[in-house]
Each structure stands twice: as C-alpha cells, then as structure tokens.
C-alpha cells in the first residue's frame, strides 16, 4: 500500500518543503513550517477520486454587455485609484497597517453606493455588529441600506451573500479570519487564506458582483499570507499613512482593468476620510521659503502630478562612519547621488552626516526626484537657500548627466498652477512647453548645477560685501 505523501508548508511566505524544518529555506522565518495534506484542499491538486471534467460553453470576444463595467461610488479618490469604479465580477484586495483606516474607507464607499441606489454586503470577520455600527454611526452612515453580517466561515458567508437577490459589491474584513471547512488548518494560515480567496473570487466570477477583500500587511510592508493572493485578484491596493501625519494615500500597485501607479489622497478626520482634490497644496502646506537645504519637487503618481518638498541637512561628525538618515526615499538611490556630487562634482561630503527626508511623509518612487534631491544636498552644505518659486526634476546618471524624464508638460503645468514660475530641468525634454522657455532653466549634466548654486552664493556675497 503506498503511504500518503505529506508536505510542509511554510505559514509566512508558502515555500513547499518535503520534510519539516524549524527555519523555512524561502523567508528565513522560524517556526512557520506546518505539515498539510496535498491531496485536499484549494490549489494544491486534485482529489483522491479523479473527477470527469464537463465542457465550457465558449464564446466570442464581440457581444453587447448587458451591464455597466464599473460601480462608481462617487468618492473620486478612491474612483482614481480603482481605474473609474470597481468592476463588476472582479476582486480588490485592499492592504494596510493596523489602524491606517481601511475599515474606515471601505465604511463610506459602502455607505456612498448604497446611497446610489447599490445593494452592499458588508461582512466582517474582526469586529462584532455592534462595534461596526458604532463606526457606522461616526461616520454618518449608519441611516444607509448597507447590509451587514459578522462571520468567518468561507461556506456560510457564500451562503448569505449568495440568497436572494445578487449584491452589487461584497466587502470581507479580512481575509485573514476566514477558515473553511475543505482545509485542514487553523484561521490565518496560507491554506486558510488561499482557500478563502479563491472561494471569493469565485463567487465574484460566476455572480458579477464586485468583490472587496481586505489584507493584513507584515512588518516589511507586505500583504500576509502567501503570495499567489495578489496574482489571484484583479487589483491590488495599498493605503499608506504615517500615523504622525493626518494624511492617507491609496497607492495602486496592480489593476488589470485600470492604470497602475495612481493614487487616491485622503486625510483623516474625526468624521472619517475626507478627499484631498489637490494633493500638491497639502504637501506644501507648512514650507518654509527660506531655509536652505529644501527643494521642491515636481513628480508624478501615475497620470497626477504631485509638487512635495523634498528637505536634507548635511551636518559635520566627529564620527569615524557619517550617518546617512532617510526617510520617504531610497536608501541606495541616495548613495548613488553622493557618490556622483562627490566623484563629478568636487563636492565632498565624506566628513558630513546627511539626513533626508520628504515631507509630510510622503514616499517617492520615481528616479526623477534625483535632481530635487542633489539641489537639496547641496544648499544644505552651502547654508543657501534655493528660489522659493522653483522646482527641480530630473534623472541622474553615473556619468552625472541629467536625463530627461516623462510628463514634462504635466509637472510643469502643476508647477504654474501652484504659483512656480520657475523649474530646473534636464536639457532635451521632448514635451516641453512652447513659448516659454524663459522660465524654464535647461541642464544637461550634475555639475551645471553646482555651479549655479555656487554662483547664486557667490552673488549674494558680493552684495553684502558691496553693503
């Protein structure tokens, strides 16, 4: 008789191992390997008694489309970040910190599409009915037709949600207390998890409901569970907050029906999330025009343009090893360009402490925001304050050329809306605007800039000796 084949399986990043070991090969994580039984379960083969497969009925890609595509919820932020509104039949799956407001969003476009008409379904698996009314009620939704339901059982929420007539959009908080009967293991685990998902989503397939799920994240910043979650649904979202700053981004990561790299700006209230129309002035908020070592930068978050300050302080140590502090950019990206200053540009900075960091908690991802950073770096060593009404963008390479970068037009657009009349730019820029290249000051490579920093010191020298 053949003895049943066993495997392991690691509870953190779902790395299949053939015996158990105490730290699982694929994350390094001790005590996380979990023996399951391959033959059962969701994705992880067939059965013991093979099953006749029944055929599909195939169609053609040309047809009419009975309904809408999307759900508007009339929230435009969160419409932003979604690609126009969800679509019917997909899955979001919507991850964040503890306490960064996710119940709380998801709360109000629930409470906003039930308004409109929408039948919602809001099932939580964390809280009990009472303390999900009592948000409700905070957030000035509680007078709303949302349905509302506390279980964590895959099978009996399918059963719920699945009577009567079909709901337009399902919200599961969260994906983490799910636990199906066809598993063998305990709630929150990778099996748990996966089964719960697929369950999901294949219910939002067969049904055309839209479907909400909503994702613990580890200490890295990762959705928990396996990773398979986030090729299984159709979008992936991230809301990112700092808890020290009142603001919230909803950064999408993947979207198969939309643009990737968007963004939905929001800020925290007592009342809830309210939307921020322009991010740019809130970034900008509290800057101080005439402190040297700050910046500001002109980026992009997939088709918005986002002005932020981008603020650094070079300071000599005594230290043996200068300490390089960063906050809301790349470490890595940060040595590149002190290592370009210092080897193209004569700028030294060996004996110096440099700390950066991005305002308002914001986080920059695109490597345009180098040129804002050096500009930085370097009025911070002068001690000379840059023109308050400009902003600087572009790419630096080794070589210290300044590349140019997409959505010229789009950055500078912003730039002018929010009163710059000015902008350091690398030279080339294929979209530049027409007629006004005055204001607009054209560089091709890091040094240029350094010497028009330097100069601009060396001016104001001049005139106060000449007072």
Known sequence: MVKPRTQFICQNCGTAHSR??????GCGEWNTVVEEDPMGGIGSGPGKVPKKGRPVALTALSGEIEEAPRIHTGIAELDRATGGGFVRGSAVLI??????????????????LSRRGHRIIYVSGEEAVA?????????HAAETDVLLAAETNVEDILATVGEGKRPDLVIIDSIQTLWSDTADAAPGTVTQVRTGVQAMIRFAKQTGAAMVLVGHVTKEGQIAGPRVVEHMVDAVLYFEGDRGHHYRILRT???????TDEIGVFEMSDKGLREVNNPSELFLGERNEKSPGAAVFAGMEGTRPVLVEVQALVAPTSLGTPRRAIVGWDSARLSMILAVLEAHCGVRLGQHDVYLNVA??????EPAADLAVASALVSSLAGLALPADCVYFGEVSLSGAIRPVAHTAQRLKEAEKLGFSQAVLPAGSADLPKGTGGRWSEIDSLPDLVARIAGSKAALKREDEDV
């Open 95 to 112: 991850g964040g910190d503890p306490g960064i407001g996710k119940s709380t969003l998801l709360m109000q476009a629930a409470a906003a």
């Open 360 to 365: 308002g908690g914001y986080r920059i991802t």
């Open 131 to 139: 303390q999900v009314r009592l948000r409700a009620q905070r957030l």
């Open 253 to 259: 990561v993947k979207n198969r029906f939309g643009p």
């Open 20 to 25: 158990w070991v105490g730290k699982c090969e």
